[in-house]
């Protein structure tokens, strides 16, 4: 019984968008934010996870190096060497606001709340993820490499 609330809580916590109070300052440095939104670096395990979770709709665009998960995207660029090809500070800018490279991506701003058009009753004035999710992301991302 633990374990099935355990499980329930987890995937609550990965389908929850952040709160807007918990929006972090950062600095836009060239083509990236080169320091950590939470001032620590992120957990590469937990950052996979969010990776291959539905919730977060990576994996529905984007495969990679995941012979496990079935029904990998195909419509953004594969995140195998991501860590070659991306530093950390422009992998967070890329997850924090991809439209800062290309104004017409399909890619979601994870961590933005303002400006933001065709937005859920459930994200109006919230990121998508929280910016320890976004460290997460980026600390996995950057393990990538070829």
């Known amino acids: ?16 968008p952040a709160k ?3 929006l972090a300052a950062y600095s836009i440095v060239g083509d990236g934010i080169p320091q950590s939104l939470t001032g620590t670096t992120g ?3 937990r950052g996979r ?4 979770a539905r ?15 079935r029904f990998q995207g195909d419509l953004a660029p594969d ?3 991501a860590g070659n090809r991306w530093t950390a500070s422009q992998l967070r800018l890329r997850l924090v606001d991809a439209s800062r490279f290309n104004a017409e991506t399909i890619m979601p701003s994870y961590y933005r709340n303002a400006d933001l058009v065709r937005v859920g009753r459930n994200f109006t004035g919230k990121p998508i993820l ?5 460290e997460d992301i980026v ?3 950057a393990t990538l490499r070829d």
């Open 130 to 134: 929280s910016a320890a999710e976004i």
């Open 43 to 45: 957990d590469a395990v």
């Open 20 to 22: 807007a109070d918990e």
């Open 49 to 52: 996870a969010l990776v291959l």
């Open 139 to 141: 600390a996995f991302l």
């Open 1 to 16: 019984m633990f374990a099935i609330a355990a499980f329930i809580a987890a995937s609550l916590a990965l389908s929850s």
């Open 55 to 69: 919730t977060t709709t990576c994996i529905l665009c984007h495969s990679g190096p995941f012979p496990e998960t």
């Open 79 to 81: 995140l195998a060497g």
